[in-house]
């Protein structure tokens, strides 16, 4: 087998041209698409907090596609469609569905735009999936801190633990109406945060919250959120109650700066 060869191979197993079956407005502000496609077939779903990203074609444009997938990008750079990563909520290898969840924001980002608009039937290419996180076992706590850019990872999180686990977890979400029902074996404490009124982002309540609260002597911590409070919470955890980096999963899911 030549480079090339080899090359073209990695680039098939990556990119997917998917069809959109299913799009439900789960919460005021979050949309739920489910994909589907023969091209799930060799998706290894394996693990927590798994993203893809997609591929959003720009209003009115067709999805450019090759045989080698490449051509999703061979457009100028103007034409080219938006990226965004969005977590798994779920994968059906049987029937080869795949579900994302997406938050509507104020603004209007690719991603917002896309999922108000989208509909069934239309196609997307999703690249993917990204290796899972895997809690540590030792950890006598599992703490979940995030926003609602974060909630479909925490959700699909808790889903999967067992009877085993305690998880401390502390959701930021614009108002009452965003919350989510989860069913889980686990021991889970839920602390649910709202804004009230104040934009995404502009507010402090996730890390006052995290930062007030007793993680317990040895917990696993993981943030998913804007960039700003992640900061504030991973330096807390390290700097203020000393724990080791490798305890602390700490991921800047959006910028406010740049989220448009």
Same mark, same amino acid.
């Given at each position: 087998m030549t480079n090339t060869q080899a090359s073209t191979r990695r680039v098939r197993s990556r990119y997917r041209l998917l069809r959109v079956d299913e799009v439900e407005r789960i919460t005021p502000?979050?949309?739920?698409?489910?994909?589907?496609?023969? #091209?799930?077939?060799d998706f290894d779903s394996t693990g927590s907090d798994q993203r893809i990203k997609l591929?959003?074609?720009?209003p009115g444009q067709p999805m450019?596609?090759?045989?080698? =997938?490449? #051509?999703?990008? @061979?457009?100028?750079?103007?034409?080219?469609?938006?990226?965004?990563?969005?977590?798994?909520?779920?994968?059906?290898?049987?029937?080869?569905?795949?579900?994302?969840?997406?938050?509507?924001h104020d603004h209007d980002g690719p991603g917002s735009t896309w999922a108000r608009d989208v509909e069934s039937g239309s196609q997307v290419v999703a690249v993917g999936p990204?290796?899972?996180? %895997?809690? $540590?076992?030792?950890? $006598?706590?599992?703490?979940?801190?995030?926003?609602?850019?974060?909630?479909?990872?925490?959700?699909?999180?808790?889903? #999967?633990?067992?009877? =085993?686990?305690?998880v401390r977890v502390f959701a930021e979400v614009a108002d009452a109406a965003e919350r989510q029902e989860v069913r889980t074996g686990a021991d889970v404490e839920w602390t649910w945060l709202h804004?009230?009124?104040?934009?995404?982002?502009?507010?402090?309540?996730?890390? $006052?919250?995290?930062?007030? @609260?007793?993680?317990?002597? =040895?917990?696993?911590v993981w943030v998913g959120a804007e960039a700003e409070a992640v900061h504030v919470i991973r330096e807390h955890c390290q700097q203020e109650l000393?724990?080791?980096? =490798?305890?602390?999963y700490a991921?800047?899911?959006? %910028?406010?700066?740049?989220?448009a």
């Open positions: 502000r979050m949309v739920r698409v489910v994909l589907g496609g023969d #091209e799930l077939a591929c959003l074609p720009r450019p596609l090759g045989r080698d =997938r490449a #051509e999703v990008f @061979a457009l100028p750079r103007e034409q080219q469609p938006k990226q965004r990563t969005y977590t798994v909520r779920w994968f059906d290898a049987a029937r080869r569905r795949l579900a994302i969840d997406l938050v509507v990204s290796p899972s996180y %895997r809690p $540590d076992p030792a950890a $006598d706590r599992l703490v979940l801190a995030g926003d609602e850019t974060a909630l479909p990872a925490m959700l699909a999180m808790v889903e #999967e633990l067992d009877e =085993r686990a305690r804004r009230d009124g104040a934009p995404a982002g502009r507010s402090s309540v996730l890390a $006052d919250a995290v930062r007030a @609260a007793d993680l317990g002597p =040895r917990p696993d000393g724990l080791d980096r =490798r305890r602390v991921l800047a899911y959006w %910028r406010y700066a740049t989220a």
